[in-house]
């Protein structure tokens, strides 16, 4: 009899993909599949990732993830297995109630109450013949959540309330149907219901709330318990638009700011963010004497003017464009990095930087930026990156799917790589391990990019707004595509740079991860993040005046010493937040302090390492500090955690004791020169810290010194070893 019915159900199917009732279903029931059961399916879970939204599905049973493909998740339930899924006969005996309210055996246990009003939509559209959502109702357009910003005391609580606006002008309240979250929950926790708590720590977070596709966000704050005099921070140093905004912020949280860093650790921090490197004692000494008020202004500029400043920046740059030299070729990697080096010496504005990056053609032999067309070879390889990379929106999820935590769905991503459809090639391509020819990058007459699913030809389209391609059909797409990006009306662009230079400086970014803006992941400041774009653009994408800015700051120039009232904070800026050393930087630092170079294969001598054209160069130190790793596919990541392996390099490696035991280097010189005990420990203190010592020190370093019984020279390497396995030279202060 079961079998028979099943027959019958999948003749009934045919309706139900058409959208019309079966006969003797009640009409007023109106639930539809995309409008009503899609958001149940999501929110109960059933289409995560960890269920039957998995790519492979589970036990048999396949969604798409978080109902990203209506139709395909339509015919699963209404027709796959001969429609086993659904009895709208017996409805309550069908396989999707049975197994959501756990009825029968289910791995996922029970996701619906039987007693609920989820059960009784799903009910309710079986009995109606599983409709469609009609092809010309209303669409939704955005999503609102009420309240949009709530300041909550510690444990306090409230609810939400989402609604959904439609294209008719309707609304609806869909707070039942959304799916919450967190963006901190161990601060402020949402349940699925959208009921907001209170941790019990100070803080801020950003609940979400989804429905179909759309976001809608609700930020909380939790202030700091205690009065703060409004007076104190009326009376905060304010030296351009940045302190304002984090002051600010501080005031709305009850935060207070650290003290100002004295001029040694200025001196420090600027020089190593600036150009990469330690001052030398001589240039330390006359900083420390300067009494002038504009002297760490005046430091800034000298070191944006100083040749290293280049290298430092490009090799930043060259972590998220460099290729590996094995796959894409050895001269076509060094030309990328000389091409970057060059930019970046000439101060080349940053969205002309990118244009030549997104529109690179010519040879890999002689236009260096053609070198990345060279390595990703095909338009769904490209797309994500360039979105990545220059617009901080991660579009590799809707590769396969939507996005999980975006808008973005499958069809945007391949219009958006249609951009990149005519990119073409002369030449003998790739051959891995060794990729020594030259290769032409040029705009093919022709090219495509076709939908997976659908097997349609989709235009160049960029992610939101228009780019109009030019009349000429000989033109290349990627020059609209270049025009839209570095548009003024396209605010990802400035965003983005101006959070990586932020997070460079101050140790995290206004959005972190710097690379990922979305409404899911909002920025700590949002008021901060805009005006640093919008300043970054109205001065011509400057990359120069940006970091100048962002130095000039008083929040900059903050201690990282915690006080009683910002000791927990680690993303308003009310401190510094330190950072250890890249390991370029660190292993410079070394070389500069003992005096004693090192020697890189590939390299001309006394080459430094932020000077290295490629990761493939071996060095020991350099991967135990987390350089990227040269077997991984752009954009590399480089890691910036500490270690025990890197404490235990520093004290036993072989090479750092080279250094500090050369017959060449500094510890030689300084123990045969003549210099007295307190010059030499004044010395070595302003080369690795660019301080003085503190009077205990030189009481301890000058006691060793002196000590008849020692060798003078071995004290000397005693305490420059100590000095350089400190956390005060390891980490940027």
């Not at 100070?202 to 205690?226: H, K, Q, W």
């Not at 000494?285 to 430092?312: M, N, Q």
């Not at 009683?564 to 050393?581: C, K, P, W």
């Not at 045969?672 to 020190?697: C, F, M, N, W």
Request: hydrophobic share 40%.
């Amino acid at each position: 009899m079961r079998a028979v019915i099943f027959s019958l159900m999948a003749v009934i199917g045919a309706s139900h993909l058409s959208g019309t009732l079966a006969s003797g279903a009640d009409p007023s029931a109106n639930v539809t599949f995309e409008r009503d059961i899609e958001p149940i399916l999501t929110r109960a879970g059933c289409n995560a990732g960890a269920c039957h939204g998995k790519a492979s599905g589970q036990n048999g049973f396949k969604l798409s993830l978080l109902g990203f493909d209506p139709e395909f998740d339509h015919m699963a339930i209404a027709r796959e297995a001969g429609g086993r899924r659904v009895l709208q006969a017996v409805p309550e005996q069908s396989l999707i109630l049975q197994k959501a309210t756990a009825e029968l055996p289910h791995g996922g246990g029970r996701r619906i109450d039987p007693s609920g009003p989820f059960y009784d939509t799903l009910r309710r559209w079986i009995v109606a013949g599983l409709p469609r959502t009609a092809t010309d109702a209303p669409k939704l357009e955005r999503v609102v959540v009420e309240p949009g910003e709530r300041r909550l005391g510690l444990d306090e609580s409230f609810g939400l309330r989402v609604t959904a606006r439609f294209s008719d002008g309707s609304t609806e309240d869909v707070t039942r149907l959304a799916a919450f979250g967190s963006s901190e929950s161990t601060l402020v926790a949402v349940d699925a219901d959208g009921r907001v708590k209170a941790g019990k720590f100070a803080g801020e977070a950003t609940i979400s709330a989804r429905y179909e596709g759309m976001f809608a966000n609700c930020d909380v704050s939790i202030p700091l318990p205690g009065e703060v005099s409004a007076g104190l921070y009326d009376s905060l140093p304010r030296s351009n638009f940045i302190d304002d905004h984090v002051w600010a912020k501080l005031k709305k949280l009850g935060l207070t700011p650290s003290g100002p860093a004295g001029d040694s650790t200025f001196l420090r921090r600027a020089y190593l963010d600036v150009i990469g490197r330690l001052p030398t004692p001589d240039e330390a000494r006359a900083f420390l004497a300067d009494s002038s008020p504009d002297k760490r202004a005046r430091l800034v500029d000298r070191l944006l003017d100083r040749p290293e400043y280049a290298d430092h920046w490009a090799n930043k740059w060259m972590d998220l464009l460099r290729p590996n030299p094995y796959r894409v070729g050895i001269k076509a990697v060094f030309n990328l990095d000389g091409w970057i080096r060059d930019a970046f010496r000439k101060n080349l504005p940053y969205d002309q930087f990118v244009r030549e990056i997104v529109t690179a053609r010519g040879s890999t032999f002689e236009q260096g930026a053609s070198a990345i067309f060279r390595d990703r070879r095909e338009p769904i390889e490209i797309a994500p990156v360039v979105s990545q990379l220059f617009l901080g929106i991660r579009l590799d999820c809707a590769k396969c799917h939507h996005h999980p935590f975006e808008s973005w769905g499958q069809e945007q991503f391949y219009e958006f790589a249609a951009f990149f459809a005519r990119v073409g090639r002369k030449g003998t391509g790739l051959s891995p391990p060794i990729s020594g020819s030259e290769e032409i990058v040029f705009t093919a007459k022709s090219g495509s990019v076709k939908h997976p699913l659908t097997g349609k030809v989709l235009p160049p389209k960029p992610l939101f707004g228009s780019a109009p391609l030019d009349e000429d059909p000989e033109a290349d797409p990627r020059e609209a595509l270049a025009r839209w990006m570095t548009s003024p009306e396209n605010r990802y662009f400035s965003q983005v740079m101006a959070n990586r230079v932020w997070a460079d400086l101050m140790g995290r970014g206004v959005v972190d991860p710097v690379d990922d803006i979305r409404a899911t992941n909002p920025p700590s400041n949002g008021p901060l993040l805009d005006a640093l774009a919008d300043d970054f653009r109205t001065h011509g994408y400057d990359l120069k005046h940006l970091i100048r800015t962002i130095m000039a700051s008083s929040v900059y120039g903050l201690s990282s010493e915690p006080n009683d009232r910002n000791i927990a904070d680690t993303r308003s800026f009310s401190r510094y937040y330190r950072q250890r050393l890249r390991a370029e930087i660190l292993l410079d630092a070394i070389s500069d302090v003992t005096d004693v170079p090192d020697v890189f294969d590939a390299a001309p001598p006394r080459s430094r390492a932020s000077t290295i054209w490629t990761n493939r160069v071996p060095s020991l130190f350099l991967d135990t500090f987390g350089r990227p790793d040269p077997n991984q596919d752009p954009p590399c990541e480089r890691t910036s955690d500490t270690a025990v392996v890197q404490a235990l390099h520093l004290m036993n490696s072989p090479g750092v004791h080279k250094k500090l035991s050369s017959q060449d280097g500094r510890v030689a010189a300084l123990a045969k020169g003549e210099k007295t005990p307190q010059a030499i420990v004044d010395e070595l203190y302003l080369l690795a810290y660019s301080r003085h010592p503190t009077d205990e020190e030189k009481s301890v370093c000058e006691a060793l010194l002196l000590d008849t019984k020692s060798d003078r020279r071995r004290a000397v390497e005693d305490i420059l070893w100590a000095l350089l396995n400190s956390a005060e030279f390891v980490f940027k202060d």
